[in-house]
């Protein structure tokens, strides 16, 4: 049910104004409000299919969309008292989709491998929307953030298309489709968290014999 209202609210958008559409959706879904992406960028997949839309400007404004979005969040984060924004989490995060376990995991991750979360985030379903927040609380570098939000964006933007494109006015059954490759996309982050930590190892013996 849920699905479907936000289905036929994304289509009358994007259908009225196109590219910018798809952008705002985009910017809404990484600054904390819960429209998700894979109902924006299959949808934009759809019409790409039926030429309406170009592959690769949609996934643009996809991409483009959720690094404003984040940088929103990020913004909120430096201006808001953690203490504070733990306690709106406990007690409202529930009408957005935003759990506080969910915060702590993002928070946690960033702890422990800085601003790469930025990229692999973007793939992981829960996470992707909250990361940015608690990016801000620690302050990490902002041009960085920027780029690999960019990076992992873009890549989570072109596989929703292209799933949209192949499955044509079929788009809806995205909810389904991704249902056994959610596992996958998982270890593929994974895969490349365990690949940036072992490069930073290396990096950090090089300099410890080179003194």
Same mark, same amino acid.
């Given at each position: 049910?849920?699905?479907?209202?936000?289905?036929?609210?994304?289509?009358?958008?994007?259908?009225?104004?196109?590219?910018?559409?798809?952008?705002?959706?985009?910017?809404?879904?990484?600054?904390?409000?819960?429209?998700?992406?894979?109902?924006?960028?299959?949808?934009?997949?759809?019409?790409?299919?039926?030429?309406?839309?170009?592959?690769?400007?949609?996934?643009?404004?996809?991409?483009?969309?959720?690094?404003?979005?984040?940088?929103?969040?990020?913004?909120?984060?430096?201006?808001?008292?953690?203490?504070? /924004?733990?306690?709106? =989490?406990?007690? #409202?995060?529930?009408?957005? *989709?935003? %759990?506080?376990? +969910?915060?702590?995991?993002?928070?946690?991750?960033?702890?422990?491998?800085?601003?790469?979360?930025?990229?692999?985030?973007?793939?992981?379903?829960?996470?992707?929307?909250?990361?940015?927040?608690?990016?801000?609380?620690?302050?990490?570098?902002?041009?960085?953030?920027?780029?690999?939000?960019?990076?992992?964006?873009? /890549?989570?933007?072109? =596989?929703?298309? #292209?799933?949209?494109?192949? *499955?044509? %006015?079929?788009? +809806?059954?995205?909810?389904?489709?991704?249902?056994?490759?959610?596992?996958?996309?998982?270890?593929?982050?994974?895969?490349?968290?365990?690949?940036?930590?072992?490069?930073?190892?290396?990096?950090?013996?090089?300099?410890?014999?080179?003194?």
């Amino acid at each position: 049910m849920i699905f479907g209202v936000v289905k036929d609210f994304m289509e009358g958008i994007i259908g009225a104004v196109g590219y910018p559409g798809v952008f705002f959706a985009m910017v809404i879904e990484s600054c904390l409000i819960p429209l998700p992406s894979e109902v924006t960028m299959t949808l934009a997949g759809s019409l790409a299919s039926s030429g309406q839309m170009n592959v690769h400007i949609a996934a643009m404004m996809g991409g483009l969309g959720n690094v404003v979005g984040s940088l929103i969040a990020y913004w909120l984060g430096t201006v808001i008292p953690e203490p504070t /924004l733990v306690r709106f =989490i406990r007690k #409202y995060g529930k009408w957005i *989709l935003l %759990s506080e376990h +969910e915060y702590e995991k993002a928070k946690t991750w960033i702890k422990k491998h800085g601003v790469f979360v930025s990229f692999f985030s973007r793939l992981l379903p829960g996470v992707r929307t909250v990361v940015s927040l608690p990016a801000g609380v620690a302050r990490i570098a902002i041009m960085p953030f920027v780029i690999w939000t960019f990076i992992g964006s873009l /890549l989570w933007s072109y =596989i929703l298309v #292209y799933a949209g494109y192949v *499955l044509g %006015s079929q788009w +809806e059954q995205i909810e389904h489709v991704f249902k056994p490759f959610e596992l996958v996309i998982i270890a593929i982050a994974l895969l490349v968290v365990v690949w940036y930590v072992w490069k930073k190892v290396r990096e950090g013996r090089a300099e410890v014999v080179a003194e």
